[in-house]
């Protein structure tokens, strides 16, 4: 899970990027669609989930998804934004994306309860770091989370990111709350890409 609407300073140029179908060993990463409704509001409208998110209302309801959907087909969500699905069965699970910030282009993602503890968020993240690096030229990739997510905070470790500092963040169900920074650069992530393999 990330957090979102974060106190920045300074203004970064928009980041043009492709958004292809990404494909991981147990994920399908794709635009979000009208069939997923039914299981993103039976996910989303979940508090512990959105007291660490920024923009996500409790309760969530139909309409929410209706709206979301609604901005991700008219481009109001600048970037990519993707509905996490398990490759199998094709199950909605979540929800991640790259998105332009004013510090930059910023990975977020979150998960659904069921799914939480199996890797899924470290895989998609993974995933949308790739994306974010092969196909724009930025030299640096942003990511925060709640000062309390400890599960949010293991993923990015795990993708390499090196911490940049603390901040606040406007959270539609928890109010302002304290979110830590942080930065991937592009020689980390050359170094990493293999992810351990």
């Known amino acids: 899970m990330v957090a979102e609407s974060e106190d920045i300073e300074s203004e970064s140029p928009r980041v043009e990027i492709d958004c292809p179908v990404l494909v991981t060993e147990r994920l399908v990463l794709r635009i979000p669609r009208d069939d997923d409704v039914t299981e993103l509001v039976e996910l989303a409208n979940n508090r512990r989930l959105a007291e660490m998110l920024g923009r996500l209302p409790n309760p969530y309801r139909v309409t929410d998804a209706q709206s979301f959907l609604s901005r991700v087909r008219a481009g109001q969500i600048s970037g990519c934004t993707y509905a996490i699905t398990l490759s199998e069965t094709g199950a909605f ?105």
Not at 93 to 118: D, F, K, S, T
């Open 93 to 197: 699970i979540g929800c991640a994306g790259v998105e332009n910030r004013a510090n930059g282009l910023e990975m977020g993602y979150w998960i659904g309860e069921p799914y939480w503890g199996r890797g899924y968020a470290t895989e998609a993240a993974h995933a949308l770091v790739d994306l974010a690096f092969r196909a724009t030229d930025i030299d640096r990739l942003n990511v925060s989370c709640r000062v309390t997510n400890t599960a949010s905070r293991r993923v990015i470790h795990k993708c390499g990111f090196q911490y940049a500092g603390q901040g606040m963040m406007d959270s539609v169900v928890a109010g302002r709350v304290p979110v830590e920074r942080y930065h991937l650069d592009r020689s980390t992530w050359v170094s990493l890409r293999s992810w351990g393999a």
